[in-house]
T-cell receptor
Framework: NAGVTQTPKFQVLKTGQSMTLQCAQD?????MSWYRQDPGMGLRLIHY???????DQGEVPNGYNVSRSTTEDFPLRLLSAAPSQTSVYFC?????????FGQGTRLTVV | DAKTTQPTSMDCAEGRAANLPCNHS???????VYWYRQIHSQGPQYIIH???NNETNEMASLIITEDRKSSTLILPHATLRDTAVYYC??????????????FGKGTRLHILP
């Protein structure tokens, strides 16, 4: 039981490049979500999903896409990276009680 | 927007009880109060949650006022490892469809040796 696994842990992108942050959970949780955390700030919700095939926007969705084809996986796509997307990204999953968070992906866009 | 208000920072002496307040005056009847903490740059960690009764687990106690408009998280014997940012969250949860989790700015708790 690995919990919530995020890959990669670190990534440097050039402005305009695209990439996908991976998130996988093995707890059969319906709810999954993505957050970003900027220095000295709290976590801001980007997108979330309440089950396979269902996604919705959070507080700061612009510049990010998500899909949920399986219960286990919830990838976050950056279509054209911008320096403003430099941040630490956290994925979370939950069912009915506590949420479990991954260890984060530290993304730098230069 | 977050539905909770917390002090920006607090200090507590090691070994003493740390009492972290949270105001959630607009809480709905089906919303739970959750507490999470984030140590340094790790992913947030669940601490405790409750609906209207006081709750206790191995980590902390949660005291919710009778009108449910505020709550207090109590760490009974704070240690240096409890230094973290503590987030109070209200959320509808339980059942097939969980509600989204919105974080506020949290309280930065410093445990002083």
């Amino acid at each position: 039981n690995a919990g919530v696994t995020q890959t990669p842990k670190f990534q440097v992108l050039k402005t305009g490049q695209s990439m996908t942050l991976q998130c996988a959970q093995d707890m059969n949780h319906e709810y999954m979500s993505w957050y970003r955390q900027d220095p000295g700030m709290g976590l801001r919700l980007i997108h979330y999903s309440v089950g396979a095939g269902i996604t919705d926007q959070g507080e700061v969705p612009n510049g990010y896409n998500v899909s949920r084809s399986t219960t286990e996986d919830f990838p976050l796509r950056l279509l054209s990276a911008a320096p403003s997307q430099t941040s630490v990204y956290f994925c979370a999953s939950s069912y009915g009680r506590e949420a479990f968070f991954g260890q984060g992906t530290r993304l730098t866009v230069v | 927007d977050a539905k909770t208000t917390q002090p920006t920072s607090m200090d507590c002496a090691e070994g003493r009880a740390a009492n972290l307040p949270c105001n959630h005056s607009t809480i709905s009847g089906n919303e739970y109060v959750y507490w999470y903490r984030q140590i340094h740059s790790q992913g947030p960690q669940y601490i405790i949650h409750g609906l209207k009764n006081n709750e206790t687990n191995e980590m902390a106690s949660l005291i919710i006022t009778e009108d449910r408009k505020s709550s207090t998280l109590i760490l009974p014997h704070a240690t240096l490892r409890d230094t973290a940012v503590y987030y109070c969250i209200v959320r509808v949860a339980g059942g097939v469809r969980d509600d989204k989790i919105i974080f506020g700015k949290g309280t930065r708790l410093h445990i002083l040796p």
